[in-house]
Structures are given as C-alpha cells and as structure tokens.
C-alpha cells in the first residue's frame, strides 16, 4: 500500500511540474517574452510565478519598495507590478541576463521600474537602505549571503524598518536563523517546486 501511494504521488508532482511547465511555456509565448527558459551556463532558473504571487500576497507590500537580488530575466520584477510597490529594482551582474530583462519589461509602464547591471556589494549604502523588501533564488553561496545579511543588519541599524526577506530554495538557510534578529515567519512548500520559499522579517 505504502509504494502504490508513492507512485500515485510521484505521478501526480509530474502531472503538476508538466502542467506548469506548459502554463510558464504559454504565458511566454502570448507576452512574446523570454522569462521562463533556462540558462544552464549562468546557473539562471525562474521563479514560478504563482509561488512569488502566493507569497507577495501574504506581505504588506503597499508604499514598499522591493529589490529581486540576482533578477535574472526579470521575472520576479513583471510579477511585482501587480502590486503596490512604491518602487520596484534588480540587479543582475551577468550582461546577457541583464540585456534580456530590459528587453522582457521592454513596453510596459514600469516608471517605479529599474534594473542595475552590478553586484549587489557595490550597490550605495542609501540605495539599499530605501529597500524593505529582499528577494532571492539562491543566487550565490555561502559567502555572499553571509556578507548580504552583514549588509541588512548595518542598513537595519541606519534607518530602523521591518525588512522582510523572501528566499527561494534556501540551502543557507542556517546562516539566516544562526542571527537572532532575523526571524523565520513563515516557509512556503508548494507542489509545483521541489524548492520552498522562506519568508524571514528582520
């Protein structure tokens, strides 16, 4: 009985992963846009944009300005424009990826819109001071994310806010809680990803 329920589940994760690589696939072809393929080379995979959409939902997102690390094609930026984010930034140090976001919010009122061609260190102390809201798809390892959370303590400390971080696939997950400031809210597991989403307040 046991291996019939593991079959019927691990049948049904396929039906759900096939049905929403065609949802990703279509929603590709009818905004004549890029978003969704992958770049194996640059290590680039996209958010699924219903789990971004499930999470963002659950934030106070109104008169907040978001900033996607490590933004890719841009996909994360198109979602937020559903909500009301005073501003809404990337940055993406890899040029191709980059060159293919502009082209992918290319056509769309995105004056609260930007994306930054840099690494996420070199970015102005106030300019990442104005942000309450971090995203993240695991875009680097161990050492990064260890220097990002040293960036958001400091910027904490600047100008006091409740900084709200959304972490896609956490594998460092640890280097987050091992800080008694940042709090783990809420984990999102859905049955479209084998990766969760980690929604942590600081």
């Known amino acids: 009985m046991a291996e019939i329920k593991l079959i019927y589940k691990y ?25 969704s393929r992958e770049k194996p080379t640059v290590g680039y995979k996209a958010s699924r944009p219903y789990e971004v959409d499930f999470v963002l939902k659950r934030i106070i997102t ?13 996909a994360v ?29 290319h056509g769309y009122e995105l004056k609260n819109t930007r994306i930054f061609l840099t690494d996420f260190q070199k970015l102005p102390e ?12 695991n875009p680097f390892g161990a050492e990064p994310i260890e220097i990002l959370i040293k960036m958001l303590l400091k910027s904490k400390l600047r100008k006091p806010r409740n900084i709200d ?3 896609k696939n956490p594998v460092h997950h640890d280097k987050f809680i ?6 783990l809210e809420r984990p999102y597991n859905f049955i479209t990803s084998n990766s969760p989403i980690h929604h942590y307040t600081l």
Do not use: M
């Open 11 to 35: 049948i049904f994760r396929k039906t759900i992963y096939h049905l929403n690589f065609l949802y990703e696939k279509s929603r590709d072809l009818c905004l004549d846009k890029d978003f």
């Open 62 to 74: 109104s008169g907040k300005s978001i900033l996607d690390i490590g933004s890719g094609k841009g």
């Open 77 to 105: 930026l198109h979602i937020a424009q559903r909500f009301n984010f005073l501003n809404i930034y990337g940055v993406e140090k890899d040029p191709e990826l980059y060159t293919i976001s502009l082209e992918n919010l």
């Open 126 to 137: 106030d300019f990442f001071d104005s942000i309450d809201v971090f995203y993240l798809f």
């Open 165 to 167: 971080i959304i972490y």
């Open 178 to 183: 091992q800080n008694k400031k940042i709090r």
